[in-house]
Each structure stands twice: as structure tokens, then as C-alpha cells.
């Protein structure tokens, strides 16, 4: 017997098969394509938070999912033995001009309250940084503490592994037992718009790169729009575009090009390394930019876990508890702007 279905094997799929086998469900994971085959396969890792201002229930959900995240991957870890490359090593951001350096100092105080003390915005000096510090011209940074890395590819098989662990199943096909999630990325969502009649969601491409340098207990850096995501294999993730518009979802091309050159422009000490691998996938994103979870809108007594877009990893450990106790207990603590109706 087969408890719950769960169609999609990338980062919201995973995340919901491993939190109803935590609660003692019998899972099985279906995925033409196996485990990451997605954009959750992808190299970046950045696990970031919103600014500590104008909250609202997609920042506290994240907010409360980063907090999380440290004990959930631990745990993930040490049921499936596999490590997710998981590290709270916080982040490094230019402040640009004056106005950007006011309005650090008002988040510093914002933080305080927001982030519960469990996490902290700081305002420091460029050489406090050292030479791992990104060029400001102000000569200040934005330090944060919430801010983790992981590695996606090492996330997703850990989550695998700790599944089995737990007596699930993850297989290319079978027919849908017992209650069915649908985690099926970008392609499920451009499925449902022609259901719909409407778009409820798309697919945007993203290109990313990997650069070999050993810096793994450094914080990730955010300048110019692009991320620089030290990891504990000796090396460096760089990344992404973001297009909306593509011919070829898996092909990189100068876009990236250019993504490296605006990183090395901005970030000195990335300046030579040897670029090792090149990337490309299509996130999925909802109409509304958040997470689509909740009853599914076309099928009847089945649900969807959808539109992880670019922070579904950091989503991940909160949407699959949610989730799971949805599905499981029928106990609602989605957030409404997640739900599916938000985006019809």
C-alpha cells in the first residue's frame, strides 16, 4: 500500500515525499527523469531571505524555513547518510551610495525585531571582509547571518537517500496510489495554463556556472545581481540569468558569458579561477512569484507543490512540512497567497 504519490523528484517533490515519510506515510516518488532532473540540479545553492522590511507571509515563510533549514538538512543527513553540502556561512552585499547606506542601517534595527533574534543584518566596513569582499563604492557592506548554502545536486540525493532510508520508493513509473502530490516543475505549470485556459504559471530559464576555487567557509556574496556561492567541494557557483524567453532550455550561451564577466568585474577575488562547468535549466514560477501549494485546481482530492521559482530549496524544508500536514491531517497553515487560487 502506497499512502502517498508524489509526482516530481526536484526540490518541492523531495521535500513532500521526506516530510509525510517522516510522519510514518508509506511514499513513492514518480519521475520519468529521476532525481534533480531539473532546474533542482542545478549548481548555485544560494539560500538567501528578503530584506527585514515590509514583511508579509511569503517573507515570514521563508524567514521561518531558513531558521529551520540548519536542523532539517542535520536530520536528512543522518537518516540517509548522504550530505546536502548545507552551511548557515551568511552573505556579503556592496552598499552602493548613500541613499543604500540609510537604508542598511534602517534594516539593521528591522532585523532586531523581525528575524526574532535568530538571525542578524549587519552594516561593516569593506576591510572587515578581507580579501573576499566584493567592491563597494561606498566602502561599506551588508553583512547578514540568516543567509546558507547548500549544494542542489547533494540536497536532492540526500533527501533520496533519507527517503529510502525511511522504506520509500523513487521510481521512473508506476500508477498514483493512495493521495497524489504534483511537484512537477515548470512543465506542470505550463500544463496547467492550457487546462486553465489561462497562464497560472511559466517556466524561466536560468544559466549558471561553477568555478574551482577553494573558499568553503567564506559567505556567499550578492553584487551587480549576481550570486557567488562558495560550496565545500572546492568550488565556487555563479549565477544566473534569468529568461524568460528561450529557444533550448538546457544550452548556455554569451548570456552567461556576461553573467561571469559582471562577477569578476565585481568580485576581485574570483578574478583567474578556472571555470569548470556551464549550466542551464528552467525554474518554475507561478503567476504570482510565490510557491503554488495546496488543492490542486483540476484534479479532484489531489494537491500541488509547484513554483519553487529561484528559492524553492530555501522554500523547501518549510513547504514540505506544510504540505505534509496538509495531505496527511488536512491541518491548513498555507499561507493564502500560496495557495492555488491566488494564482487563477
Known sequence: MVD?????????GLSVAWSCAAQGAKVRVIDPNGVGAGS????????????????????????QSLIMAENYWAEVKKIG?????????????????????????????????????????????????????????????????????????GAG???????????????????????????????GLIDLSEEMGREVGNGVKGQSALLKLARPNAPQLFA????????????????STSERYFDDPTTTDAQLDTVLERAF???????GAEVIERWAGVRPRAKTRAPMLGQHPTRDGEFIANGGFKIGFGMAPKAGQVMADFVLQGTDRIPNDFKPEASL
Not at 493512495?178 to 515548470?186: D, E, H, I, L, R
Not at 551587480?224 to 549565477?239: L, Q
Open 4 to 12: 502517498v504519490t508524489v509526482m516530481g523528484a526536484g526540490a518541492f
Open 40 to 63: 533542482s540540479g542545478g549548481l548555485v545553492g544560494a539560500l538567501a531571505p528578503h530584506t527585514p522590511e515590509l514583511w508579509e507571509d511569503k517573507k515570514e515563510f521563508q524567514f
Open 81 to 153: 547518510g548522504v550530505s546536502p553540502g548545507y552551511s548557515r556561512v551568511g552573505r556579503l552585499q556592496p552598499v552602493m551610495n548613500a541613499h543604500g547606506l540609510e537604508l542598511a542601517h534602517i534594516r539593521v534595527e528591522a532585523a532586531k525585531e523581525l528575524w526574532q533574534g535568530q538571525a542578524e543584518w549587519h552594516v561593516i566596513d569593506v576591510d572587515e571582509a578581507g580579501e573576499w569582499a566584493p567592491v563597494s563604492p561606498t566602502g561599506y557592506l551588508v553583512h547578514d547571518t540568516l543567509s546558507a548554502r547548500m549544494s542542489p545536486r
Open 157 to 187: 540525493a540526500a533527501l533520496a537517500a533519507a527517503l529510502l532510508a525511511k522504506g520509500g520508493e523513487i521510481v521512473c513509473e508506476a500508477e498514483p496510489e493512495g493521495k497524489v502530490v504534483w511537484a512537477t516543475g515548470w512543465q
Open 224 to 239: 551587480d545581481g549576481v550570486h557567488a556561492v562558495p560550496h565545500a567541494d572546492g568550488t565556487v557557483a555563479i549565477g
Open 265 to 271: 568585474a565585481v568580485m576581485p577575488a574570483l578574478r
